[in-house]
């Protein structure tokens, strides 16, 4: 039997991380916070694979502090002079950033309690790391009873994040310059997995399908029935 309060606290706390280092920031206190983040769920890995990813994570951040990972992050989200990764889920879904899925998730935050501080969170309402950080305020209001933020959250992740998170942890993961990111990653993945899971909700089928070309693509040939039924099982 799942204990759900101890699970809705872990999705809080994951939330949380990926939000922060998706989101610009130059604050050593945040830094911190981070740091002692990280060090909590390397104690508490969801598999294997994010304990290595996890403990590499708390490595780096000791030894290259606030400014390495204020560079890699600018390199990889920012730097309008690098082949930096798009970040809004308008842009995975029409190829420009303030679409429609702008549109979609602020109707969401309106339906809710919260609201965007523009004095503190200058990116817009779907920016990856505002959804993530809503999702995370919504996870922590329904741990308190509020079945209202429940639903919207499973609602969110459905119609907002579902979409276009595969394509844009996959970018984050095989960019050049993506170091400590690439750990992200794969931490980011599996919690992915285990949030579906969690929620019933199932992949999108244009990932499954590109997973299937690019293992086709890479064996040169068809793959089975079975092997397509065990996509998750395949590590490109």
Excluded: C, W
Aim: proline share 2%; hydrophobic share 40%.
């Amino acid at each position: 039997m799942m204990d759900n309060e101890a699970i809705n606290r872990a999705r809080a706390v994951h939330y949380g991380l990926f939000a922060s280092l998706f989101i610009f920031f130059d604050d050593q206190s945040k830094f911190q916070e981070l740091l002692k983040t990280v060090e909590v769920l390397k104690q508490n890995p969801l598999d294997s694979h994010t304990e290595a990813a996890l403990s590499n994570m708390y490595t780096m951040l000791n030894e290259g502090g606030l400014e390495a990972l204020k560079e890699e992050n600018s390199i990889l989200f920012f730097n309008p002079y690098a082949s930096f990764i798009p970040i809004t889920a308008s842009f995975y879904d029409e190829q420009r950033d303030d679409g429609k899925k702008r549109l979609e998730m602020v109707n969401y935050v309106l339906s809710s309690k919260f609201r965007r501080d523009t004095d503190k969170f200058k990116e817009l309402e779907d920016h990856v790391g505002f959804i993530l950080l809503f999702m995370q305020k919504l996870i922590a209001d329904a741990m308190q009873g509020d079945k209202a933020s429940q639903d919207l959250s499973l609602e969110v992740f459905t119609h907002i994040l579902n979409g276009f998170i595969d394509e844009f942890i996959e970018n984050v993961y095989t960019h050049t310059n993506s170091q400590f990111y690439k750990e992200v990653a794969i931490v980011f993945q599996a919690f992915l997995e285990m949030e579906r899971f969690f929620l019933g909700v199932a992949k999108p089928i244009k990932v499954e399908k590109r997973k299937i070309e690019a293992l086709e693509k890479k064996q040169k040939k068809p793959l089975t029935q079975k092997a397509k039924r065990n996509l998750d099982e395949i590590v490109l």
